[in-house]
């Protein structure tokens, strides 16, 4: 009997201490592929010191630095729902963290009990009472816990890094909505100007019709192109209605009308090059969620892993009452047992292997979608610093067209007092100028909008 004990020790201890080898991978933290390039850069990047001076861990005040807009921004964040639902996706995932940490603590239960008894012939029940305390603990000798503890630790992380791109969004469309207001009330101005304008142009053709020095003609072409640009004034006036009521959106208020400041204009603190360095990109919260991402499905591999091995838990039951059992004591007395129990799954239907298939597969999509959002990434930064710089360029050339249109315009309305010139001359001059300065414009706003995707893609918004 003796030596049948001492060989069923030996065995469990034999099978505890192979499942024991042969599980320690699931005990290793999550940690960066080094057989990925893009994914080696990365991991780099995160090893370097944190540039406090780059554009995209600057605040968002000294990039905004309207302070209509900044007004606007900090309304925004204060009120705005999905901002709102990404901090309580934060508190969710604080509260599922702390469940984590307390699993490893037992569970411990109170319920007392009590019951009545007959027997024989007699009138009065015999009763008795239980006053039990029972504890369970499950020891996790195979990481199931341990794997959901930092399992939960990165998806606080990964909502954190949510909530830090919700942030971002909104500063830029509240910024975007606002630059665009104040384009489109610029070209209000201007084509209301330009209106009042080409009607003076119309009736100075008609007080030449009737000098004789122009016919019919001139005057209906001249009032075509008058009301040209008075057909263009409430497509303006439709468009900053829109823009209006996405801005109070943005605000999560009723819809009114925002005022803006139509001189401002995004200038960059930072002096702007071509590249897009590795440590920057790893400041994004997009990717830093994608990484957090990755990280999971890591820990839910081993989660899947971890059901092929043995559970182990102890209890314990204790308490003071005449009740034990179905036998009625008296008087009183205290009681207490000890249990431990070992499951070991063998088969399981297949499911284990199944799952644990399915989350490798998982596991491998979250790091095809990690990188893929690091390229993405380099790629948005490139197309906004691109655009912007060209855009600059851009303005430069048409700033000089408008400049020599506006001469050219002066020049034409002179020569046509003096009968130099002819009306056809003078309606092209100011399409053409008009054109240019609508141009200017429509560049001042892709310039702006630039910015704030350059500063978006670097991870701004802090």
């Known amino acids: 009997m003796n030596m049948n004990i001492k060989n069923i020790r030996l065995l469990l201890v034999t099978v505890v201490t192979a499942t024991v080898m042969s599980s320690c991978h699931i005990y290793k933290k999550y940690d960066l592929p080094e057989d990925n390039e893009t994914i080696s850069k990365y991991k780099e990047a995160l090893e370097q010191p944190v540039d406090s001076t780059a554009l995209g861990n600057l605040q968002w005040e000294e990039i905004f630095t309207d302070p209509q807009l900044q007004d606007l921004i900090n309304q925004a964040l204060e009120n705005n729902t999905d901002l709102q639902n990404a901090k309580l996706n934060v508190d969710i995932a604080h509260a599922q963290l702390l469940g984590a940490r307390l699993s490893y603590l037992p569970s411990i239960s109170f319920a007392p009990n009590g019951s009545g008894s007959k027997v024989g012939s007699g009138t009065s029940l015999d009763w008795g009472y239980q006053l039990p305390l029972a504890a369970s603990w499950e020891i996790d000798i195979f990481g199931s816990k341990l794997n959901s503890k930092r399992q939960a630790q990165v998806n606080l992380k990964q909502t954190e890094a949510y909530e830090q791109a919700v942030r971002s969004q909104i500063i830029g469309s509240v910024a975007n909505c606002y630059y665009q207001l104040v384009s489109y009330n610029k070209q209000l101005t201007l084509y209301k100007e330009t209106a009042e304008l080409w009607k003076q142009t ?176 380099s790629a948005e930064v490139s197309n906004a610093l691109v655009t912007m710089t060209k855009s600059q360029e851009m303005r430069q050339n048409i700033a000089l067209q408008v400049e020599k249109l506006q001469k050219a315009v002066e020049y034409n309305q002179d020569l046509l007092q003096l009968s130099t010139t002819t009306y056809l001359e003078v309606l092209t001059a100011q399409q053409s100028l008009l054109n240019s300065q609508v141009s200017l414009l429509n560049t001042d706003l892709t310039i702006n909008q630039a910015a704030i995707n350059l500063y978006q893609s670097l991870g701004g918004g802090r």
């Open 202 to 377: 119309v009736q100075v053709m008609r007080d030449m019709k009737e000098a004789g020095r122009y016919n019919e003609v001139a005057i209906v072409q001249s009032e075509a192109s008058y009301y040209s640009v008075l057909s263009a004034i409430p497509q303006v006036e439709t468009t900053i209605n829109q823009l209006n009521n996405t801005m109070s959106l943005l605000l999560n208020v009723e819809p009114q009308t925002w005022n803006v400041n139509t001189e401002s204009m995004i200038v960059l603190p930072t002096e702007l090059e071509y590249g897009v360095p590795m440590n920057y990109l790893a400041a994004r919260p997009d990717v830093r969620s994608a990484e957090y991402q990755f990280a999971s499905a890591y820990y839910a591999t081993n989660l899947a892993r971890t059901a092929f091995y043995p559970n182990i838990t102890l209890s314990a039951n204790g308490g003071y009452g005449t009740l034990i059992g179905s036998a009625i004591l008296d008087p009183a007395k205290w009681f207490i047992s000890l249990a431990g129990q070992l499951t070991l799954p063998l088969f399981n239907s297949g499911q284990n292997i199944a799952n644990l298939k399915a989350a490798k597969a998982q596991q491998q999509q979250a790091l095809n979608t990690f990188e893929y959002t690091v390229l993405s990434a």
